[in-house]
């Protein structure tokens, strides 16, 4: 009985114009139960008398588990998988939860050397079926690789048969504390990877190793010790992109090599940040403790964005001695702050004359009071002479930060003749939000234009915001246009309300 696919189990006459994949799956499943059931293999094949070129062009049209299915058939068949390029790829993943389940929290320290002895079959059953080819992304989360240290450094190392582009290790699966994380060594690895990822583990550097090919390296729950991070980074002659979150830091940072951007986020220590990196353009930093940064070299910088931990108010950032020398180059400056607090440096966003040369400035404020009650804007602008872009992302809260705080005086108003962009979010029309915004179309000079909006953004922040999606009813925004209409001093001034 031929199939609806034009294919004649038995051995007929096989029609194939244009072969369906589906026809194809089913094919590969038919044959994988014959010979699971052993039946008689005398039948001719007329599928596998195709040209090499035709039938890899077939599988790699399959998903991964039909293809993979193929190498059971002959020696022709699993040659033919290996030298094929899948075009569905899927991050291969290993997760020794797998094996008892999400509900056993301690399944680091059962017995069940059984299972782990599986576990371990797997992955080198995986290296054998994929020796020689590209995969994507690999995945591997394991909390017992410190009872197999050797056959597990023997199958990172394997994985140099295996051309993988993406690589992210996890060696605890539930937060543990740093005295018991495992001593991993980039020694280990393949030196062929492009990007990745590390976690729950006390990362060593290894000077003996050049990682050429790396571009991306993520550290997440990881502990670096004093020179690690250095010798990590100078193993790494192509690093471009580096990210540090909810680490341990040493007390002095040094930050060096061929990186380009650099995020670090949610990090205990790292008390003195000193930037030695010549490639540098952008630097993220989100503190949970006070910090001192220092540019030492860094020709290269363009954008800087700081910003304190929410639940580590009490903490500061100080740009050292080395900003005073900062080029010309770093044109974009990011801070986020809370000026509701004692502590408050408002030196830090108006005392930085080392930044006087830049074109872009974002400040995002975290308080319960109103825009003016902050800000000098004469003085704020006047630090600035070269702005040409001016952001405020205003977080307004209330609570145990709300404090009453003397009004200051209508700032005297003073020519700005190359600000041409302000942008206010967390906008809500209030009067001392509104003699702001004149005091801007006042004195910019050369505006071009004014966005107001109600919505709550944050650049150190991907989740969800109560007002991320707020507007303004349109009686509301007409009411602020009227107000704000002919005020403005340039021209070109518009003002654009959300």
């Not at 991964?64 to 033919?80: E, G, H, I, N, P």
């Not at 291969?92 to 782990?116: I, L, P």
């Not at 220590?269 to 353009?281: N, P, Q, S, T, V």
């Not at 408050?344 to 109103?370: C, D, Q, W, Y």
Request: proline share 4%; aromatic share 10%.
């Amino acid at each position: 009985m031929a199939s609806d696919n034009g294919i004649i189990p038995g051995g007929g006459k096989v029609v194939l114009p244009l072969l369906a994949l589906g026809g194809i799956a089913l094919w590969i499943n038919y044959v994988y139960r014959r010979r699971q059931e052993e039946v008689d293999d005398t039948e001719e094949d007329y599928l596998s008398k195709l040209p090499d070129d035709v039938l890899r062009s077939i599988l790699g049209n399959l998903t991964v588990r039909d293809a993979a299915r193929t190498t059971t058939l002959s020696t022709r068949w699993k040659y033919l998988f290996a030298s094929t390029q899948l075009q569905q790829q899927p991050t291969f993943r290993f997760k020794c939860t797998n094996m008892f389940g999400v509900r056993h929290f301690a399944h680091s320290h059962c017995s069940y050397n059984q299972e782990k002895d599986k576990f371990m079959n797997g992955l080198y059953q995986f290296l054998r079926l994929y020796s020689g080819r590209t995969v994507d992304s690999i995945e591997l989360r394991c909390c017992f690789v410190r009872e197999f240290p050797s056959a597990f450094t023997h199958w990172f190392q394997s994985l140099s048969r295996i051309s993988v582009q993406s690589l992210y290790l996890s060696f605890e699966c539930y937060p543990s504390s740093s005295r018991k994380l495992l001593k991993f060594s980039l020694e280990a690895l393949s030196q062929s990877l492009e990007h990745l990822i590390l976690s729950g583990c006390v990362v060593l550097s290894s000077p003996r190793v050049r990682f050429n090919s790396l571009t991306t390296l993520a550290l997440r729950s990881v502990v670096l010790t004093s020179g690690h991070l250095e010798g990590v980074l100078s193993s790494c002659s192509n690093l471009k992109k580096l990210n540090i979150e909810f680490s341990e830091l040493p007390s002095k940072l040094q930050l060096t090599g061929t990186v380009i951007d650099v995020v670090i986020l949610e990090c205990d220590g790292g008390k003195e940040i000193d930037l030695h990196a010549a490639c540098l353009r952008t630097l993220v930093y989100l503190i949970k403790n006070d910090v001192t940064f220092f540019f030492s070299f860094v020709p290269m910088l363009e954008n800087v964005m700081v910003s304190r931990f929410f639940l580590h108010l009490k903490y500061s950032y100080i740009f050292g001695d080395h900003a005073r020398d900062l080029p010309n180059q770093v044109k974009s400056l990011t801070l986020e702050f809370f000026p509701d607090q004692d502590d408050f440096p408002i030196a830090i966003p108006t005392e930085m004359k080392t930044f006087r040369k830049l074109t872009n400035l974002r400040l995002i404020p975290v308080t319960s009071h109103g825009i003016l009650q902050i800000f000098e804007l004469s003085r704020l602008l006047g630090d600035f002479p070269l702005l040409q872009s001016l952001t405020f992302a205003v977080f307004k809260v209330t609570g145990q930060m709300e404090r009453t705080r003397s009004r200051r005086p209508p700032p005297s108003l003073k020519g700005h003749n190359r600000l041409k962009e302000v942008i206010y979010y967390g906008f809500d029309g209030l009067e001392i939000e509104m003699e702001f915004v004149v005091y801007i179309l006042k004195c910019a000079i050369v505006l071009e234009q004014v966005f107001l909006s109600p919505r709550v953004l944050s650049y150190f922040s991907c989740g969800p915001h109560p007002k991320a999606n707020a507007s303004f009813s349109e009686e509301k925004r007409n009411s602020i246009q009227q107000k704000l209409h002919g005020q403005a001093i340039s021209s070109k001034a518009r003002v654009v309300i959300e």
